[in-house]
């Protein structure tokens, strides 16, 4: 699929996995790539791509010439927001859609479903009036189950939008996943589990999952189980496989979870471990069963202004820690062979990760309000 010739548009190449996709795009000789991108405070596509290219694993330099073409547009508008001349341009050309953009916040409900379901279906109607009945790749989210717990899940009893979940985010991406399988266009689905900006010395992608972890130093226990293990990947897991999936002649299925399953990391009281040694904590961090954490038990843990505030801010986070699903990768095991990219457990880079959040003044920022 990804041959010479072959033209690609990627949607979402700002963020942190799109980002990386263009990047290992530019090494392929494949025909043109396109990046669909926003304009924000007055730095137009052309300069945001640059900057993204420049925070790469390998970074480029943002005046070399890199080749990729950034096109304004805003996948929640009509005609997401082309120019006339992009929009004739990628609907002749194009041979794949490889579609990352996403409103990526568990908070932010009204734009999950703008960004999300509208956002996809408008790429999905693009699509179908391409000349060339691109291959549509959609990346989801392992999560499109919804509200889960204590399992290993294949691809095939996972989507389920109509199930309870824990936030819009998840909610939105489901009923995306359906729209594009309902869309009629050839599809490629990747599934991604918890993706970490491992190899990335950029605090924005990092503190995108990890932003709490600094804030734990306030705390003595949280109610996390201690056994419990995260689905957790590195980003260069994530892209290894797709371009490793788009460079398969032919593949036998149309969904594949790009998660750790087994493989991936220890149970949360070794992570605990290696945040309790980088925090340098004279009392480790606590970790109590969900089920043991009583009110009586919470008023004694949580006592200060400081740390309920902190305990608040991490409601729409607990019940993800403690879903402790993993998600199988056999399929992608099978499809990809030899070539299944390298996937180092989670502990390994984790203090890797502590250090780059150590270098955020907003998490210095965050204790200083909560305080105030
Ligand atoms: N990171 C994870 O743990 C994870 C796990 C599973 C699945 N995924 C999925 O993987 C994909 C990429 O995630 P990510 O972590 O790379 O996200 P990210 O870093 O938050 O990037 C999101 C990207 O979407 C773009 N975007 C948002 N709204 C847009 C709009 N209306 N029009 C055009 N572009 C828009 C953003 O552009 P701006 O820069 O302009 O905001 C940015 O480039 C998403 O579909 C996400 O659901 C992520």
């Given at each position: 699929?990804?041959?010479?010739?072959?033209n690609v548009l990627v949607?979402?190449?700002?963020?942190?996995?799109?980002?990386?996709?263009?990047?290992?795009?530019?090494?392929?000789?494949?025909?043109?790539?396109?990046?669909?991108?926003?304009?924000?405070?007055?730095?137009?596509?052309?300069?945001?791509?640059?900057?993204?290219?420049?925070?790469?694993?390998?970074?480029?330099?943002?005046?070399?010439?890199?080749?990729?073409?950034?096109?304004?547009?805003?996948?929640?508008?009509?005609?997401?927001?082309?120019?006339?001349?992009?929009?004739?341009?990628?609907?002749?050309?194009?041979?794949?859609?490889?579609?990352?953009?996403?409103?990526?916040?568990?908070?932010?409900?009204?734009?999950?479903?703008?960004?999300?379901?509208?956002?996809?279906?408008?790429?999905?109607?693009?699509?179908?009036?391409?000349?060339?009945?691109?291959?549509?790749?959609?990346?989801?989210?392992?999560?499109?189950?919804?509200?889960?717990?204590n399992k290993l899940v294949?691809?095939?009893?996972?989507?389920?939008?109509?199930?309870?979940?824990?936030?819009?985010?998840?909610?939105?991406?489901?009923?995306?996943?359906?729209?594009?399988?309902?869309?009629?266009?050839?599809?490629?689905?990747?599934?991604?589990?918890?993706?970490?900006?491992?190899?990335?010395?950029?605090?924005?992608?990092?503190?995108?999952?990890?932003?709490?972890?600094?804030?734990?130093?306030?705390?003595?226990?949280?109610?996390?189980?201690?056994?419990?293990?995260?689905?957790?990947?590195?980003?260069?897991?994530?892209?290894?496989s797709i371009i490793g999936?788009?460079?398969?002649?032919?593949?036998?299925?149309?969904?594949?979870?790009?998660?750790?399953?087994?493989?991936?990391?220890?149970?949360?009281?070794?992570?605990?471990?290696?945040?309790?040694?980088?925090?340098?904590?004279?009392?480790?961090?606590?970790?109590?069963?969900?089920?043991?954490?009583?009110?009586?038990?919470?008023?004694?843990?949580?006592?200060?202004?400081?740390?309920?505030?902190?305990?608040?801010?991490?409601?729409?986070?607990?019940?993800?820690?403690?879903?402790?699903?993993?998600?199988?990768?056999?399929?992608?095991?099978?499809?990809?062979?030899?070539?299944?990219?390298?996937?180092?457990?989670?502990?390994?880079?984790?203090?890797?990760?502590?250090?780059?959040?150590?270098?955020?003044?907003?998490?210095?920022?965050?204790?200083?309000?909560?305080?105030?």
């Amino acid at each position: 699929m990804l041959t010479r010739g072959v033209n690609v548009l990627v949607t979402g190449g700002t963020g942190l996995i799109g980002g990386e996709l263009l990047r290992a795009l530019i090494d392929h000789p494949i025909g043109k790539v396109w990046a669909l991108a926003r304009s924000r405070n007055q730095a137009g596509p052309a300069l945001r791509i640059a900057d993204r290219l420049s925070r790469t694993s390998s970074g480029i330099d943002p005046d070399e010439d890199h080749g990729v073409i950034p096109v304004a547009g805003d996948i929640s508008a009509d005609r997401l927001g082309l120019s006339a001349m992009d929009y004739d341009e990628i609907r002749n050309e194009a041979d794949i859609i490889i579609h990352s953009a996403a409103e990526t916040s568990f908070i932010r409900s009204d734009s999950c479903s703008r960004t999300n379901v509208a956002g996809s279906k408008h790429l999905i109607d693009f699509g179908r009036t391409c000349r060339r009945n691109p291959l549509f790749v959609y990346i989801s989210t392992a999560f499109v189950s919804g509200v889960m717990s204590n399992k290993l899940v294949h691809e095939d009893e996972s989507l389920r939008p109509e199930n309870e979940h824990h936030n819009e985010y998840t909610r939105s991406k489901a009923v995306a996943e359906q729209m594009v399988r309902d869309s009629g266009l050839p599809v490629l689905i990747v599934r991604p589990s918890i993706v970490l900006s491992a190899g990335l010395s950029c605090l924005q992608f990092a503190r995108a999952i990890l932003w709490f972890v600094p804030l734990l130093k306030e705390l003595d226990a949280i109610p996390v189980n201690p056994a419990g293990r995260p689905d957790v990947v590195p980003v260069s897991f994530v892209v290894d496989s797709i371009i490793g999936l788009l460079e398969q002649p032919k593949l036998k299925y149309d969904c594949y979870h790009l998660s750790a399953s087994h493989e991936g990391s220890g149970p949360y009281s070794t992570l605990s471990e290696v945040t309790d040694r980088f925090y340098d904590r004279s009392k480790p961090l606590e970790l109590i069963r969900p089920a043991e954490w009583t009110r009586e038990m919470h008023r004694r843990v949580i006592r200060t202004p400081l740390q309920r505030k902190i305990f608040a801010s991490l409601r729409n986070y607990l019940p993800f820690l403690n879903m402790s699903v993993l998600y199988d990768h056999s399929r992608l095991r099978e499809e990809l062979g030899s070539r299944f990219p390298a996937l180092p457990p989670f502990q390994s880079y984790f203090a890797e990760l502590l250090g780059v959040l150590s270098t955020d003044p907003v998490a210095g920022r965050m204790l200083n309000a909560v305080r105030a």
